[in-house]
């Protein structure tokens, strides 16, 4: 079995534990997953099984999608509600001040990562070093907002909901801490989905539950090429596919990349003359040759 499964990840699962229980469940140890998400969120989780696994280390597309609920006047270690309350104070933001303050988070920002997160400084992780009491010096990371948007504001009870599209590496739970501070106070994320991942939604998703009690993996089996959307494909002829499979560069001239007269270091799918996916391939010079094989002959 080789592709893609989305799984929509439940609370009190680490992206590992939802590893774990679909080796078991498909009866394949070859499985990887695209993006850890923490055990306290839920939401889209793509794993790559058997030869889709190849592909961990080439996927372009790491723009996610989140909608998270906050809470303003509480500001916690770890900047989500399942944290050590540092603080707690009464606000009275309204809708069009949280809008209006909101505009500063979207496009390019700097970001500085919270302590309770995976990234390793000098070899150790983070969040072993908050575990320990230990705050270490980070420098901040710039990472793009392309849309940050408020839902159900409840002026009352200060919690809302944001919708939030975004690049890899951007903390949601960093901006709604900034937030909070930027408007003079503090705030938690108080819950986190992931709607997007690498191309895939929600809608693509399927409950771990489900999978757990499936015998036919088949319908939910998406192709390895589907993580490759974002590229443009060649189809080329059965002794060209054969010759690629087998390792060998193809005369670029000899494809309709003739016509298409692609840039140097220009990534392409490859398909063969039945339309099945073989792998993905870089023009250099004349010439198509091998950049990854997901088919070999």
């Not at 270490?136 to 009870?157: A, G, H, Q």
């Not at 087998?246 to 220009?266: C, I």
């Amino acid at each position: 079995m080789n592709g893609v499964i989305v799984i929509n990840k439940p609370m009190d699962f680490t992206s590992f534990d939802v590893v774990a229980v679909m080796r078991k469940a498909l009866g394949i140890k070859k499985i990887g997953h695209l993006g850890t998400l923490d055990p306290n969120a839920t939401g889209v989780l793509p794993l790559v099984v058997g030869n889709g696994t190849k592909a961990q280390d080439l996927i372009t597309n790491h723009d996610k999608g989140y909608v998270a609920t906050f809470q303003f006047g509480k500001k916690t270690d770890t900047l989500d509600i399942w944290g050590k309350v540092l603080k707690e104070e009464k606000t009275s933001f309204t809708t069009e001040e949280v809008k209006e303050k909101l505009k500063e988070f979207q496009g390019e920002i700097y970001q500085l990562p919270p302590m309770y997160s995976a990234i390793q400084i000098n070899g150790q992780r983070l969040y072993d070093l908050a575990r320990a009491g230990k705050t270490v010096e980070r420098e901040k990371r710039k990472v793009t907002v392309y849309s940050i948007e408020l839902f159900d504001f409840d002026e009352k009870n200060q919690s809302g909901k944001l919708e939030i599209k975004c690049s890899k590496g951007t903390y949601i739970r960093t901006i709604i801490d900034d937030l909070g501070e930027s408007l003079g106070s503090c705030a938690v994320m108080t819950s986190l989905v992931r709607t997007e991942a690498c191309g895939f939604t929600l809608e693509d998703a399927i409950d771990l539950q489900k999978a757990r009690e499936l015998e036919d993996f088949t319908p939910y089996i998406k192709s390895v090429e589907s993580l490759f959307m974002n590229y443009g494909y060649v189809k080329i002829t059965e002794p060209q596919a054969r010759r690629f499979s087998n390792g060998g560069a193809l005369d670029k001239n000899r494809t309709y990349l003739e016509k298409m007269q692609p840039k140097e270091d220009t990534i392409l799918r490859v398909r063969d003359n039945n339309n099945q996916f073989i792998g993905l391939g870089i023009v250099k010079g004349d010439e198509l040759k091998i950049y990854k094989l997901f088919k070999t002959n």
